[in-house]
């Protein structure tokens, strides 16, 4: 059966808000720059190791008058790891709970950011200095109707200015500067970072600051990866302005997903000063960095209200000036109040304004600690059923991620009149 009419009744009441946000249209005819951080967790925002400071330049940011940091936004990604994170940004949707959606549903039909923003003229690409065909991305790109994909060979990568995965970041945006300067305005451009990815390899030339020191080798050499990665998007602020582009652009900044796995949570508990990672701890762990840079705006503020991935393209279609009464996504604009209140997480965890609930535990958002469990009559038969103070949110989140399953297996964006749509 057809279950489009029921999933867009059901945006319609629990996901779409009805008014414009207060930026509305402030991007508008301006290009969209969005950084692609490579494993970051918002941990290390405004914090030390060894102490030092990690990411001044981004701890600036937090900041900055320019800049809107939202701390509690929360990664929503699965096995698909960078890929699921640029599923989200790019549709509004929930990645697969298996798999990865990139190889899986390459493809499908989609009404991704790319293609909305042809509305207003709007030419994307994106930058990636890897083989074009991993996560599938040269053939998802097409899907999502990208206009180009600069790829591993559009770079000059030599043994100097590589190391782990390849191009170091530093000479990934430096030579990027030169084809951003050939785009036609207004561009909506993807830089995907690569040096913090795991085993986090650094040169010793590159390295600001000591790894810390623990058993874990990975949280260790994770911090001078960072601040390596914090130096180069510095760094890229700089070219834009130099290159004359800073001015018409916003710049937006996303933690892709964790670096740090629970493999590795002793260590972590040792660096965060705590008995245990609980699985309450486990979730707010998730939580990535997310700006949002304008220049000469002068009210960016720090952010607080839970947000997450899914929210990223109804939020910067609308800075944008585009509408989407129409279209087909779950997230909701980051600079507007009427939100749905909750994130949910792949496995059906969740994160809203009171509580987090993971592996079946209700835990006080602000406490962390868990929520008693109500026993209830059920009237009918009198059987005693337990209550969760979470249920009726776990109720929507199932239902959420199963619409989101049923439009992605179904190839449902086939029958949806997307021309009409998006006009
Ligand atoms: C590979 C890069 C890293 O191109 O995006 O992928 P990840 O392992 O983080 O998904
Ligand atoms: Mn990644």
Redesign the pocket.
């Known amino acids: 059966g057809n279950e489009l009419p029921e999933i867009q009744d059901y945006i319609d009441d629990q996901v779409r808000s009805s008014e414009q946000s207060e930026l509305f249209g402030v991007a508008e005819d301006k290009n969209i720059i969005f950084i692609s951080a ?2 970051i967790q918002s941990f290390v925002i405004n914090n030390n190791v060894n102490g030092q400071e990690i990411t001044p330049f981004l701890n600036s940011l937090t900041e900055d008058e320019d800049t809107y940091y939202f701390e509690n936004f929360y990664h929503q990604t699965e096995q ?4 699921d994170s640029e599923f989200l940004v790019e549709n509004s949707l929930y990645p697969l709970s298996r798999g990865a959606v990139f190889f899986t549903q390459g493809q499908n039909k989609f009404n991704a950011m790319p293609e909305i923003l042809k509305e207003k003229d709007y030419y994307s690409a994106v930058f ?1 200095a ?2 074009k065909s ?2 599938n ?1 040269d053939q998802m790109y097409e899907s999502l109707n990208f206009d180009h994909f600069y790829g591993e060979e559009a770079y000059e990568v030599n043994d100097t200015n590589s190391i782990g ?1 390849g191009l170091k970041d530093k000479p990934f945006f430096e030579q990027s500067i030169k084809y951003l300067q050939t785009l036609e305005q207004p561009f909506y451009s993807k830089l ?1 970072t ?1 040096t913090n ?2 085993p986090f390899e650094l040169d010793e030339e590159d390295k600001s600051i000591e790894p810390y020191d623990s058993n874990s080798n990975t949280l260790n050499n994770f911090f001078p990866t960072v601040r390596y990665m914090d130096e180069a998007i510095e760094q890229f602020f700089n070219q834009l302005k130099d290159a004359g582009l800073y001015k018409d652009s916003i710049i937006v900044i996303m933690g ?2 964790y670096g740090i796995s629970q493999n590795h949570n002793k260590a972590m508990s040792m660096y965060l000063n705590k008995e245990e990672i609980t699985p309450y701890d486990h979730v707010q762990l998730q939580r990535v960095p997310f700006f949002v840079h304008i220049p000469g705006h002068g009210d960016g503020e720090v952010k607080s209200k839970v947000s997450g991935q899914i929210d990223v393209k109804p939020t910067l279609l609308h800075m944008a000036g585009i509408k989407t009464d129409q279209d087909i996504y779950f997230g909701n604009d980051l600079f507007h109040d009427d939100r749905k209140g909750y994130i949910a997480l792949r496995n059906g965890d969740f994160i809203s304004d009171e509580y987090i609930s993971t592996r079946g535990i209700c835990y006080d958002r602000q406490t962390g600690e868990p929520i008693e469990v109500d026993e209830e009559e059920d009237q009918s038969d009198s059987n005693t059923a337990l209550k969760n103070a979470c249920d009726p949110i776990t109720e929507k989140v199932e239902k959420e991620l199963g619409y989101s399953d049923d439009l992605i297996y179904g190839d449902l964006f086939r029958f949806v009149d997307f021309d009409k749509l998006n006009k």
């Open positions: 490579e494993s698909g790891k960078t890929s990636h890897n083989n991993f996560w991305r995965w995907i690569l990815h795991f892709d997903h």
